[in-house]
């Protein structure tokens, strides 16, 4: 692969000295601080206490459980969109995006009303059963958490299983039936082993996401049920830094072991790339009416789990539940400027995400270079650099910022490149992986030829290598818009009032009741995520293809 | 076609898609001139400056009169009829007096969070008074370096400086001692944290328990299934509930504290904060009994326009006397603040008539000055005074000595 030069050695260094100042030094001083110095339970203390054992047990069997469920609603879901062609793929493909950045308060207060006691699925359920008390309540304890869990997860399962299908080069398949086989033997033989890495792939991401649920699990769980990074939260409150730091160790051990695990899968689901555009489809039509009749329940299902907190939300910018009566308040509130106005939140929004997707962008072209270019253990090295953000408790990312940087460099006065930074960080897992798998794809004798011509190194770059990573960089840019606009933990612990985005926006105005303000932030944050991925997958053709 | 006229045509017209393979030999000789990467690059880095430097801008306060910074928690004054205007009405007085500007900065957290930052600014102090703080967190402990040894001490010590004001008779001597006797924090506003049920779904005729109120009942299913209360990891009036069971159980029936949480475990709801608590009780029928505070009756009444409030407390009951939790949140001088003395006018400023008499229908809260006048709706309200407060009964000290390890036994019991 020698033709392959990308971005110079320096230019390969500058992400990982970047992650090492923003990332790496701030959660490792924060921990180490918090083991040395306390104050609160010591590590042995906190090992040893039957607590902990608990709430270890609880996050490890809720997010397989979560995982499960996840995966099992999906799986036929990313062979629907894979496979078959209808009117509106790109906006459906768009609205399966939308829970990436749902606060996750917004989630709570839309599962409530969706499937809580007298919620819309419980008064239906009292009118069929003619009851006068609640039927089902579907959105406490455990049940709830997992649904809840299911309802951001079953969208990332589809996509990232869908795009993997998209990829199995049809004419496997043909030449199977040529040969005499059946529709199970090619499921079983060809299209289950080549979608297999990308199911491990989207359960092991999942798991990841659940294991390390914060806010679901604090407002469905009834305080009867705590995972890890709850306990962190609640130890940093109580100003128990070594039992924070013990915590937040013994997650990082857990969810770097999965990261290891998850870039090793994606790896093998690379390997057996093809092209978006050769994907077998069927239309509508002629699918056989059991079939149809199957995946209509299935729809059903999918859209009132997935659509149905989403549809719960809307309404919540309409209607004032204090005064009983629909108003537009909220939406006209979202053009006031200045104190208690939607509009500098609404453009902070956009300015923050917007700088960190060029950020995670700039950063994530060397590292998907830096990643390709090394082998073995140097290749799961980056990986885990790359994947480090989502694996750390992100309470001790917004602590660790605001005691290794904030404080020293005086910017809590002024502390916006904080927050631009911490959701570069987040972003960066997403860009760095669909930019690499752009990178797998491009043919290095195109590389060649535009050297043969004469191109300069910087010509090259832009005008060839860039174009034809560009799919991968608008995909990677999409999830990294989205997962900066949602951003909160950090956002929440860092920011003055002239920083505040949507999403802490959204929590303040719940907290003193302003229903409609905080539905119609939210119906904003849901617009801007959906306009955008619609806008990036018309400016992609070629878009949708193994983000994650 | 050959393959290498498809690449030359792809490296001189990157935008077209690769898998187009009807390539016309005729585009290669409209032969187009070749861009010059660096204009390219020079218009990247502009467009990113500039987005910077719009942030920067819209993200920087002029910088004019000297700024005093207020930290307090995010619904700080934010329940009255006009939130928006409320800092310019309450402080606009003071900054036209000393020719300063006074910046309310609402942190999005509860008061725990505002003190976690505090604590991370030790070194560095931002702020230069500091609200919302009460009686409960004042007594939390941390540490700091002394001598390069790690000292644990009252995160109160280390982060206010005590004062006293030349005023502080305006309060009342009970709320000061039951806040901090060491005037590290002064007295801003005070109330009951209490059990509140909404009249039209239940009341004293269908469930007579309830003008009598003790932990047995609400350990019966019935009760404790209606339950709705805030985690005391997470939220001030669940702690203050927390307190609450711990007195009257623990001090004054005589039983271990914990049973009744085992006995209500899985029946009551414990949602993560106030306004999630709110929230379920407000919308599930089956759960109509709140923790919350003492002044929601006169709250419930003034959005009824003054007539009589449909919510109603109940307090606890024990041996002919009701009792509850008072909370009392304080104002307090920052160690090391950028503005001291005028950090202290603030505070005087702070318990006058000018800014007490706004509490009332703002904060939902008593005003710490007990020379303001009430509005007629604080009639509805249930004040200290009409119950024995439970501040007696756990003291500071046994606060400050178990407080944590109430907690830890709080989550044996509860999680899982």
New interface residues.
Partial sequence: MGGLPGPGTLGRLVPFVLLLAFLVYPVVGAIVRGL?????PSSVETLTS??TL??FA?STWQAVLSTVLSVVLGLPGAFLFARLRFHGRGLVRALLIVPFVLPPIVV??GF??MF???GIVDSVAMVVTGSS??VVDLA?GVVGIVLAHAFYNVPLVILMVSSSLERLDPGLEESAELLGAGTLQRLRHIVLPHILPSVAASAVLTFLFCFMSF?IV??LG?????TIEVMI??S?????YGRASTLAVVQVLVTMTLAVLYSRLATADGSATG?T?YARTVALGEVPAVLKALALVYVGVLVLLVAGPVAAVAHAAFYD??SATYTLDGVTNMFVA????GL?PL??SV??A??AT?LAVALGIPLAYARRDAGGWGRSLVSMMVLLPLGVSSITIA?GL??SLA?PL?L???P?PLI?IAQTVLGLPFTAKSIGIALDRIDP??LD??DS?G??G??R????EL??LAPGVLVGAVFAFAMAIGEMSAT??I??????TLA?VI??D????KFVQAGAASLFLVAACVVSFLVIERLS??SGGGVL | MSRSYRSVYIVLCPTTPLYNTDIRVSKVEEYTPRRDPKKIVAVAALAVIVLVAGVAVLNTQLAGRTTLKVYTYGSFMMWGDDPSTIDEVVFGPFEEQYGVDVEIVRLPTDASGVLSRLMAEADNPVADVVIGIDNIQVLQRGSIPIDDVMTETEIADIVFEPYTPADLDLIDQELIDALDPEHRLLPFDFGLVTLVYQQSTINVTTHPELANLTFADLATPGLASALVTENPHESSPGLSFLLTEIAVQEKLVGTDWRQWWSDVKGLIDVQPGWDEAWSVWDSDPSRHLLVSYGTDPAYSSHYLNGSAPDTAVATVYYNGAHYAWMQVEGIGLVKGAPHPDLARAFIDYCLTGAVQAHIALNQWMYPANMHVELPSVYQYALHPDDVELLNSVLTRSDIAADLTGWLSEWDEIMVG
């Fill in positions: 040395v110095a306390g104050p609160g039957g607590i608990r709430v609880f709570v207060v409530i009303r809580g006691a007298y008390t609640t406490t806010p604090l407002s009834q305080g009867r049920y705590k939260y609640d940093f409150r109580w100003f128990e092209r555009r539940p204090v200045g104190a208690g106005g500098l453009v902070n300015l923050y917007t700088l060029l602590y605001m005691m404080i005086g809590t006065t002024s916006w631009v004798e195109l030829q535009a011509l191109a300069s910087l010509q770059l832009l005008f060839v174009p034809l929440m612990f920011a003055l009032p002239q920083n505040y802490v929590y303040r719940l907290a003193v009741r053709e070629e």
